[in-house]
């Protein structure tokens, strides 16, 4: 019943897109701009418990996208925008050196399971093509890619290889494929490659890096700056949403918030306004490594240059000392950037700096931004964020196990977890946890005080899901 | 040669400390006062690289606590206090379920391997004095306990049948044994106890849920209150470090900055002037579970309210949602409370609310907690807080990865997780890493661009420890 279910809902999408792509222009930016909710629209509001008209009104002014490619049928649409709850992104995506099509979609189906709002295949391996339709296929939530990759990798991996004819035919190939939303430096500049020479890690993006090298090569300006019309022309067509990639983001926490990086930043806040003139909806990607002190700083500072535009940053790490450990690292300035006000977190792994991530990677990652996200919704005081939490801690007073597990962001591992704490032989759970044992128990002894947890809220039954 | 060196300043140390013992009043504070520069204030200056004058001063001032009992001969005296790095503790102890001394000690050695600050002995299963003994034996840093758990054992685990001789004799057979700091909740007060009624967890502190009992039970006030002077009294004699608990802290998000919290920090700022009258060095505790938004402003208050005395705060969890996970839910919530001026954080391990912590528990919060209290000492612009971050900056840069594990938190692990990474059958470590393989590595890329990471910063040279 359920599966039938699911293919009605994807014909019936299937049937809407269809539709859809008669239109002359097909952004979510454009029909909101005409006053017009979508369909997408009203599957969002859904979800962020807000109005239609408020998730339209909001797309129309720049400050909330809806990634979702006319060709990606099994996609279920999802907001990103300051004034929706946060989102996290898992980036999987083979390499040389390893992975394949399977491994991947096994990826894909962690991220999400454990809560994944998009995902993007950075895949730099064999099999480009076939593993991103395989990835677009498996995934109900919005796929991005970074076409450059893919470009480098049709001349050879030379930088100053690559041409603008070459690069504009991987955008549209992917486009066609159903890509939601795609990772483009139109913001590196020629003007911007000597300004990172005093820097301690130089370029840590790699499209960044690919891109600087061809201005240098050939001593002119970055022809995705320059073509950037083309990239808006294509974007009109599918619907793709532009997430303009910060190639100039600092590598390691001397070189954060330096000019090299703002001056891109400023150079990102105009591709936004001219993107937007043509419809097309944009997010920003922002650091890297940033001193917790100046994240705030670096998230006010671009909601202004880029008037508003979903903030979609990396982490960021607050230290560099933790190679192994970076989901923790990372997570922290994440949970700090999310409550300033980014939009989307992407996530870091336990393994960046050392290898790609692998299966458990992928999970570590996403339960640590997941974490990150969700206490951001908490500090903003979005409404509703903070029910689960509420939920459990009456499951806690009221020792109620199974619905600790099951209200937990890992119910197996929380399950786990605890019963290893149980005394040899026994499976019973009893009133109190395995940290304390029974005459120790606060909670055990603070109910001898006449507390009753139920009292309270009495708005939130336990019930809710 | 090392071992001999080692034994040689135990000895001397010991000798130091017999001459103390024969002083009317010891504490650091008392010298302190009275303008003395101790050796252990000499010892803290050289690890905070300031001047030991401002270490006297600021222990005169109560912002700054070295607790070391003349007891404990194996000690490396440090320093806690606003104005110098945060430091981290680790819980260790078996409980009635389950460990033995020699697990116990193994967990000392992993915590203060990985960098714990302190460690705290919160055993409540059998052989209690051993175990303590054991610890303060092996511990080179400042060994804390709860006196209270003992106390209860030897009533049989009934608060009701607690007097205050028995607990009195129970602090100064710990403090004889060498114990550096103590928990005491001196701040449950009677009055509190209507007010965590309207709480969804109502007291997750076990001690204060303890003293909330026998109040109730007695109707009278906490006994830890009414004769706090027979507490400074034993403190004067050992120079315990006062670590005044809060049995009202908040057990998840709902219940954070309620009444019964705030009014029982007020409580704690009295007994602070209470105790620094009798020279007695005092640090006050902390949240447990509060959002994000709400961190600064507790911290400030504490300051304030507690007239600077070091604040110790135990992470605070920003989710409730996330158990298995807690370690890193707490960390985000340590990293914030010490930028905004935390002096010590005590660890969470990924295990709480479910288990008592093994060895790899141990191990995982001691990382995430010197994670948070790095990039908070970053964030707050400490002398010298970034070098190693710095320094690894240019070793990554310069592709050294034996430099780079070397710089790590944990090397052992970094190497592996990277190592997993080569290709089969390869050991060398290649001028890019394991994660973009070689054309897509953006360093790689941009030293083609000729950048030189060693320019900068020439003051820090790579070779600095």
Redesign the interface.
Known sequence: MARCAKKDAMTLRDEYLKKRRSDAVKTQMHYARQGRVTEEMIGVAKRESASPQFIRDEIAAGRLVIPANIFHAGLEPLGIGINVSCKINANIGN????SNIAEELEKVKVAVRYGADTIMDLS??PLLNETRAAVIQASTVPVGTVPI?QA?ERVG?K?EALTPDLFWDVVEFQAKQGVDFMTVHAGVRLKH?EL???????????G???L??WC?EHGKENFLYTDYDRLLEICRKYDVTISLGDGMRP?????ASDEAQFMELDTLGELTLQAWKQDVQVMVEGPGHV???QIPMNIERQIKVCHGAPFYVLGPL????????D???S??GA??AA?AGAAMLCYVT???????PNLEDVKQGV??Y???A???D????RPGA?D???R???A??AFDWEK?FE????PE??RK??D????KGTTHREEY???????????R?????????F???PAVSDNES
């Open positions: 390499s040389a050196l390893g730099t391996g990759y480098l991996g930088p490659v990172v020479k005093s820097r301690l890690t130089g370029i840590v993006s790699r960044g890096a690919i600087a090298r240098q590598g390691c926490l001397a070189d001193p917790m002190n607050v230290t560099d000392i933790a190679p192994g450990y989901h923790i690292t997570a922290i949970a700090i409550q336990p393994c960046e700096h050392l290898r790609i339960i640590a997941k974490i990150a969700h206490a951001a908490i500090a903003r005081q903070r689960r939490d509420d459990m801690a009456r806690r007073f600790q209200l937990s962001l890992d591992n929380a977890v605890h290893e704490g149980l005394p946890c395995s940290m304390c044992g029974e005459g120790f128990c606060a909670m002894l603070s109910k001898g005080l006449g507390l009753d947890p009292k309270k809220c």
